[in-house]
C-alpha cells in the first residue's frame, strides 16, 4: 500500500488543521494506521492510530482531547484532526500502516506533512 500524507501548513497556536493519509493500491481498512510526528531534534513520536474498521482509537497522552482519528473507508482515507493546536505541536507529520497490529511495527509509511503553529 502506498500512502500519502498532506494538509499540513502554518496556523496560529489554538488554531485547527485536518491532515489525511490517502492510500492506494490495498484497502487501508486492512490496516492499523497510526500517525507519527518528528520536531526537529527530536526523536519520532506516536501521535495515536485507529484500528482496523476504525473501531478503536489510541492517543499520547500529549494529543488526547485535542486530537482525533478517524476513517473514511470510501475514500481509502485516514484523518488526523488537530485543534487546539500549541507551538509543540509543530513537527512533520507522518501516517503509517500495519498490516498485523500496531504492536508489530509498521510496515509502510507516508512521505510527511509539515505543520508548524506559530505562537
Known amino acids: 500500500v502506498q500512502l500519502q500524507a498532506s494538509g499540513g501548513g502554518l496556523v496560529q497556536a489554538g488554531g485547527s488543521l485536518r491532515l489525511s493519509c490517502a492510500a492506494s493500491?490495498?484497502?487501508?481498512?486492512?490496516?492499523?494506521v497510526g500517525w507519527f510526528r518528528q520536531a526537529p531534534g527530536k526523536e519520532r513520536e506516536l501521535v495515536g492510530g485507529i484500528g482496523w474498521g476504525g473501531g478503536s482509537t489510541y492517543y499520547a497522552d500529549s494529543v488526547k482531547g485535542r486530537f482525533t482519528i478517524s476513517r473514511d473507508n470510501a475514500k481509502n482515507t485516514v484523518y488526523l484532526q488537530m485543534n487546539s493546536l500549541k507551538s509543540e505541536d509543530t513537527a512533520v507529520y507522518y501516517c503509517?500502516?500495519?498490516?498485523?497490529?500496531?504492536?508489530?511495527?509498521?510496515?509502510?509509511w507516508g512521505q510527511g506533512t509539515l505543520v508548524t503553529v506559530s505562537s
Open positions: 503509517a500502516a500495519s498490516s498485523r497490529g500496531r504492536t508489530f511495527g509498521y510496515d509502510y
Open positions: 493500491g490495498r484497502t487501508l481498512s486492512s490496516y492499523v
